[in-house]
């Protein structure tokens, strides 16, 4: 018998983890931040000295697995997606309960290692990289194997779960990227393949499921950039671009187009050196001979001074690009750094807003701030990681789950979801799931 437990991520964005048991044992994956409410225990210093599962679950910011203590010594491994917050985020305060491996890709696990030794956390799992299209035996029934996908994020995986009864896939989160700017496109002849062999269910990101189109490559976002940093009269101007520092393949274009623009580029930012360094220490990538990386405050104060002497010669990547309070970007607006914008200085948002409240709020304000000093923007130079309605439907077609089951979202993203396999010929409330966080469901 099989039974899922939405932990997390099933009644809002983020805060992503499912727990599946096979008869006896069980597997959990992903383990995420709601980064709202992180982001608001950090800004307004809500929680006081070091953080702890107690206190992150009290506040909303990390799962809560209490509905899951009976399940708490069947668990087996804990397995992640891919190196965001929002599915890994929650692993350092959490993993201790499970006695169970994490495992991950090489990237997922290196920047998981960043993480603790930054926040300098101890866990006593064991961190076991698996490779994209690899598989592990985990017990006489289950077998865990990573399908290679693309995202906005290196090494991204489906994670099909292999038990007698047939196969559990995991999609969360994936894009179907045929010409991807780094990596492999998707391994769609081994989901062909697991789904002619049996896939009971499906757990599908369903953030964009409403969404009447096919996500655009990353290959578009690049050529959006291009035309942005090559194609607009910036010469005088400081050029700030400002996307998520775990976007790899979208910095590497960004240090491509920087090289043209015969400017010296410089990476201003803790979670950008984090990533960064993650994606060289695997030998990803090797932006260090190109790219200045600059990390903590008094060192990104220092190159500020640098650079307001001769802005024009520089294009700067930074964080912030939702407006986060404490973010270099932020306090560029709010005129807390060493700098000041000149009129006709360039921000481009190679990014979309998360849709969450505080993160709409937050780069609202950051907008108009920026418009004050005269800043010429650039929004939504971007393509999304995440699957719009005909990724999911031609993700349905390759694996033909017996059960689907939304996730990623609240109610108003997890419907569309079940309205597209409504018309597949699926039935809500029989082979089409929509739970909420806390809720399990059994499938004989």
């Not at 050529?223 to 400002?242: A, M, P, R, S, Y």
């Not at 600059?294 to 500020?304: E, I, P, T």
Request: net charge positive.
């Amino acid at each position: 018998m099989i039974e899922i437990c939405a932990v997390g991520g099933y009644s809002e964005v983020g805060k992503n983890m499912t727990a599946i048991k096979v008869d006896d044992e069980v597997i959990i994956c992903d383990m995420g931040f709601y980064l709202p409410e992180i982001i608001k225990i950090q800004d307004e210093e809500i929680i006081k000295g070091k953080l702890t599962k107690k206190t992150l679950q009290f506040h909303g910011g990390i799962p809560n697995d209490t509905i899951i203590k009976k399940w708490k010594n069947k668990v087996k491994a804990i397995a992640v997606t891919h190196a965001h917050l929002d599915h890994i985020g929650a692993i350092p305060y959490m993993a201790e309960d499970y006695n169970a491996p994490v495992y991950g890709t090489p990237y997922s696990i290196e920047v998981l290692s960043q993480i603790l030794k930054d926040e300098k956390i101890k866990i006593k799992n064991k961190l076991k990289v698996l490779n994209s299209n690899a598989s592990v035996k985990i017990s006489d029934k289950i077998t865990i194997e990573f399908v290679n996908m693309t995202h906005s994020t290196p090494q991204t995986v489906m994670i099909a779960i292999h038990t007698p009864y047939g196969s559990i896939i995991y999609a969360n989160d994936f894009k179907f990227d045929n010409h991807p700017v780094l990596g492999k496109k998707p391994n769609y002849k081994r989901l062909e393949e697991i789904g002619k062999d049996g896939v009971i269910a499906l757990i599908a990101d369903s953030l964009y499921s409403n969404a009447n189109m096919k996500t655009p490559s990353e290959k578009v976002a690049r050529e959006l950039l291009k035309d942005v940093l090559l194609g607009t009269n910036n010469k005088d101007h400081l050029v700030i671009v400002t996307t998520f520092a775990s976007q790899i393949a979208r910095l590497k274009s960004v240090i491509e187009f920087g090289k043209k623009m015969n400017r010296k580029i410089v990476f201003l930012g803790r979670s950008l050196h984090k990533y960064v360094t993650a994606a060289e220490n695997i030998k990803l990538v090797n932006f260090s001979k190109d790219v200045e990386l600059v990390g903590f405050a008094s060192q990104v104060r220092r190159k500020l001074k640098e650079i307001q002497k001769n802005p024009q010669k520089y294009l700067v990547v930074c964080t912030g690009n939702q407006g986060e309070p404490r973010a270099v970007l932020t306090r560029l607006a709010l005129s807390e750094l060493p700098f000041t914008f000149k009129s006709g200085d360039h921000v481009v948002f190679s990014c979309r807003v998360i849709p969450s409240p505080i993160n709409i709020a937050n780069r609202s304000i950051l907008e108009e701030k920026l418009k004050d000093k005269g800043v010429r923007i650039f929004r939504d130079i971007h393509s999304s990681g995440h699957a719009a309605r005909e990724d999911l439907r031609d993700l349905i077609n390759l694996v033909k789950p017996k059960h689907l089951f939304p996730a990623h979202g609240d109610i108003t993203k997890l419907t569309p979801m079940a309205e597209l396999a409504g018309e597949m010929g699926y039935t809500l409330g029989k082979d089409v799931h929509i739970l909420r966080d806390g809720q399990f469901l059994k499938l004989e």
